[in-house]
T-cell receptor, first 114, second 113 residues
Framework: AQSVTQLGSHVSVSEGALVLLRCNYS??????LFWYVQYPNQGLQLLLK??????LVKGINGFEAEFKKSETSFHLTKPSAHMSDAAEYFC????????????FGKGTRLHILP | SAVISQKPSRDICQRGTSLTIQCQVD?????MFWYRQQPGQSLTLIAT?????????ESGFVIDKFPISRPNLTFSTLTVSNMSPEDSSIYLC??????????FGPGTRLLVL
């Protein structure tokens, strides 16, 4: 069975600093991996998705994530944080090469310090 | 991308009552899902809404508590039955078309007193 672990339920970074949100997964099959963002009082929005091919995936709003099979990781990064990046971020893995059964991590709330 | 709307956006309900949440998408989609996000928690899949047949429920969720309908390819409802305070959550609809990925609705915030 697939599972996702997000390290740190809360992460604070200064505006302009590097954002790094950690995600590790377990999967018995090559996974599909996702990062979703949830802004306050809104639904989830897909940031980026890895299926196959290039391991560095670029998403919206300047975010990117790198799939590292050897480390079973899919960490999310952004070179320079902006105040508007404050939100909850969810890492997710699909149930075996599929887009339908998605298993979510517990989420990381990103705080941006002025 | 699909545009998804949910009604109501939020509600406050009394214990023992039921609430039906509607999910409408602006295009025909292959699959529709219902998730629950309890306070401070991640999303948990409740069920897959199947068009014209009974929904497929995940472990821990049953039809009597969460009846689901999907009469066509663009609409689904989730009912939270005989509610208790433990049902206070955000309920989200999501959709998946042939080209993927999953898109999520804005959610319905439910508070049960």
């Amino acid at each position: 069975a697939q599972s996702v672990t997000q390290l740190g339920s809360h992460v604070s970074v200064s505006e302009g600093a590097l954002v790094l949100l950690r995600c590790n997964y377990s999967s018995s099959v090559p996974p599909y991996l996702f990062w979703y963002v949830q802004y306050p009082n809104q639904g989830l929005q897909l940031l980026l998705k890895y299926t196959t091919g290039a391991t560095l995936v670029k998403g919206i709003n300047g975010f990117e994530a790198e799939f590292k099979k050897s480390e079973t990781s899919f960490h999310l990064t952004k070179p320079s944080a902006h105040m508007s990046d404050a939100a909850e971020y969810f890492c997710a893995v699909s149930d075996g090469n599929r887009d339908d059964k998605i298993i979510f991590g517990k989420g990381t709330r990103l705080h941006i310090l002025p | 991308s699909a545009v998804i709307s949910q009604k109501p956006s939020r509600d406050i309900c009394q214990r023992g009552t039921s609430l039906t949440i509607q999910c409408q998408v602006d295009s025909q989609v292959t699959m529709m899902f219902w998730y629950r996000q309890q306070p401070g928690q991640s999303l948990t899949l409740i069920a897959t809404a199947n068009q014209g047949s009974e929904a497929t429920y995940e472990s821990g969720f049953v039809i009597d508590k969460f009846p689901i309908s999907r009469p066509n390819l663009t609409f689904s409802t989730l009912t939270v039955s005989n509610m208790s305070p433990e049902d206070s959550s955000i309920y989200l609809c999501s959709v998946l078309s042939n080209s993927g990925p999953q898109y999520f609705g804005p959610g319905t915030r439910l508070l049960v007193l």
